[in-house]
Each structure stands twice: as structure tokens, then as C-alpha cells.
């Protein structure tokens, strides 16, 4: 059974970066053919997808968001993480991570999600 739990900070100023981690137990992140995701849903919205890394490193970001997201993985740990930089209020949401099986949009394993607020 693949599990996922997200961990980082619940508060983050406006101008500063918010760094999540996921851990993954259960699977490694580096097994073909999945991919690792980073997805949020702000407060009365849908989920959008922020970007993935693939089983063999390469990332994938949403255009709206590629020049302020960063995501890299720790193969020996089985983790990967998200930064954002420039965090303004409009980035408040619960992120999750979760795994694409197929780097279509089919996700079978997610987190629990993680409140992140941006507020001064």
C-alpha cells in the first residue's frame, strides 16, 4: 500500500518561498512508470495541478505557475518537495501530493492534504 504524507510549514509571509515535502512509504519514486505530483485547492476553488516529477527525474510544471515553482526529489529518502517562491495570499490552499499512474491525470494514491496560509 503506497502512502503519501505531506509535511512544511502551515504559515508563510507574502514575498516568501513555501517548501512542502512528501514523503512516500510503500513504493519506491523512482518505479516506472509513475509520476509525483503536486496539486492545491484554494479556499472555494477546484484542484489545479502544479507540476510532477517523473520516475526518472524529469519535472513538469503548470505554465502558470513554472516561473516561481521548483520541484525536486531525494531519491534515498523516497521523498520530493515543492518550493514556490513569491508567495502572495492568492497561494493559500491545501496542497496535496499524489501519484500519477500513468502522467495523464490518473491519480491512485494521494496525501492528506496540508493547509498552507500566506498572510503577514
Known amino acids: 500500500q503506497v502512502q503519501l504524507q505531506e509535511s512544511g510549514p502551515g504559515l508563510v509571509k507574502p514575498s516568501q518561498t513555501l517548501s512542502l515535502t512528501c514523503t512516500v512509504s510503500?513504493?519506491?519514486?523512482?518505479?516506472?512508470?509513475?509520476?509525483w505530483s503536486w496539486i492545491r485547492q484554494p479556499p472555494g476553488k477546484g484542484l489545479e495541478w502544479m507540476g510532477a516529477v517523473a520516475y526518472s527525474g524529469s519535472t513538469y510544471y503548470s505554465p502558470s505557475l513554472k516561473s516561481r515553482t521548483s520541484i525536486s526529489r531525494d531519491t534515498y529518502k523516497n521523498q520530493f518537495t515543492l518550493q514556490l517562491s513569491s508567495v502572495t495570499p492568492e497561494d493559500t490552499a491545501v496542497y496535496y501530493c499524489?501519484?500519477?499512474?500513468?502522467?495523464?491525470?490518473?491519480?491512485?494514491?494521494w496525501g492528506q492534504g496540508t493547509q498552507v496560509t500566506v498572510s503577514s
Open positions: 499524489a501519484r500519477d499512474a500513468t502522467g495523464w491525470g490518473q491519480y491512485d494514491y
Open positions: 510503500g513504493g519506491s519514486i523512482t518505479t516506472n512508470y509513475y509520476y
